[in-house]
C-alpha cells in the first residue's frame, strides 16, 4: 500500500495495474508446489490442487490490487481512476498467468519433486524479473498475446499431468 500512496494518480499507469494484477503467479505457482508434496492418486486430484492453487493467488492478487487502488483513491482525493476494461485485460492475462505458474510447478512436482519445483519457479520467477525491469513499458500492449501464450503452457502443462499420473480406474 506505500506504493500507491506515494504515487497517489501515477498509480493507474496501465504498466503497474498490469504488473499488480500479476502477482497471483507469485502466489500459484509455490501454492501448487506445495500442494503436490504427496503425489495425486487422480487427474481430478491433481486439478483440484492445481484449481486451489489458482485460486489462492488470484485473491491474493485482487486483494492486493484493490487495496492499492483504494488507496490511491483515497488518500490523495484523485480525480480518476482505473481503466476498467484495460485492468480486466491485465485480470485475464493474471489469471492464465497463475494457472500456468500452478500447472507447470505442479508438473515439475510430480515430475521431479516439489523442492526441483521450487527451484524452478525462483529461475522462471527470476526471468520474469528481469524481463519487467528493461521491458516494462511494453506490458500492456502484448495482453491478449500473453493470455495466449500463458493459457497454451497451462494446456501443454496439464497434457504432460496427465501422462504422468495413471489412469483412473473404473469403479467395479
Do not use: H
Request: aromatic fraction near 12%; charged fraction near 15%; charge should be positive.
Amino acid at each position: 500500500m506505500w506504493w500507491p500512496y506515494l504515487r497517489g494518480a501515477e498509480f493507474f499507469d496501465p504498466v503497474f495495474l498490469t504488473a499488480y494484477a500479476c502477482l497471483g503467479v507469485l502466489f500459484a505457482g509455490p501454492a501448487a508446489a506445495q500442494g503436490f508434496e504427496e503425489r495425486p492418486r487422480t487427474m481430478r486430484e491433481a486439478m483440484m490442487r492445481i484449481g486451489f492453487a489458482v485460486l489462492y493467488g488470484e485473491v491474493m492478487a485482487m486483494l492486493i490490487l484493490l487495496a492499492g487502488i483504494a488507496t490511491a483513491l483515497w488518500s490523495r482525493k484523485v480525480p480518476i481512476g482505473p481503466d476498467w476494461l484495460g485492468l480486466a485485460q491485465a485480470g485475464g492475462l493474471g489469471l492464465a498467468g497463475s494457472a500456468a505458474m500452478a500447472s507447470v510447478a505442479a508438473w515439475f512436482a510430480i515430475r521431479f519433486s516439489p523442492n526441483a519445483a521450487r527451484g524452478a519457479l525462483r529461475v522462471l520467477f527470476l526471468g520474469l524479473l528481469v524481463l519487467f525491469f528493461f521491458e516494462s513499458r511494453w506490458l500492456p500492449d502484448v495482453l491478449g498475446r500473453g493470455t495466449s501464450v500463458c493459457s497454451g503452457i497451462a494446456v501443454l502443462s496439464v497434457f504432460a499431468i496427465a501422462r504422468a499420473i495413471p489412469a483412473e480406474q473404473p469403479a467395479p
